[in-house]
Nanobody, 118 residues
Framework: QVQLVESGGGLVQPGGSLRLSCVASGSIFRFYRMGWYRQAPGKQRELVASITSSDSTNYADSLKGRFTISRDNARNTVYLQMNSLEPEDTAVYYC????????????WGQGTRVTVSS
């Protein structure tokens, strides 16, 4: 079965950096869009960044320039490098993968919590 496991979250001070990782198992995700979403208390889950099978990236406008998404297909892993973190970035971050050819093939990880606080 498909399983996504996020890691790398934690407590960081404002201005700090974290790198999140999501490792996918159960399939080869070369032809899947991979993305990161986040959900803060009282807010809707929102797209942070995504990367397609052709390495095209998309970022939330407010995060562009601070966050970088990348993927390593050989390791079935997607990363999110987060720099210049702000308290407003505090949220649970979720990994998602979705097939290029069948939208019903979409999977979520369990989430990793990021807390930005002094």
């Amino acid at each position: 079965q498909v399983q996504l496991v996020e890691s790398g979250g934690g407590l960081v001070q404002p201005g700090g950096s974290l790198r999140l990782s999501c490792v996918a198992s159960g399939s080869i995700f070369r032809f899947y869009r991979m993305g990161w979403y986040r959900q803060a208390p009282g807010k809707q889950r929102e797209l942070v960044a995504s990367i397609t099978s052709s390495d095209s990236t998309n970022y939330a406008d407010s995060l562009k320039g601070r966050f970088t998404i990348s993927r390593d297909n050989a390791r079935n892993t997607v990363y999110l490098q987060m720099n210049s973190l702000e308290p407003e970035d505090t949220a649970v971050y979720y990994c998602n993968v979705r097939s290029d050819y069948e939208q019903s093939l979409s999977y979520w990880g369990q989430g990793t919590r990021v807390t930005v606080s002094s």
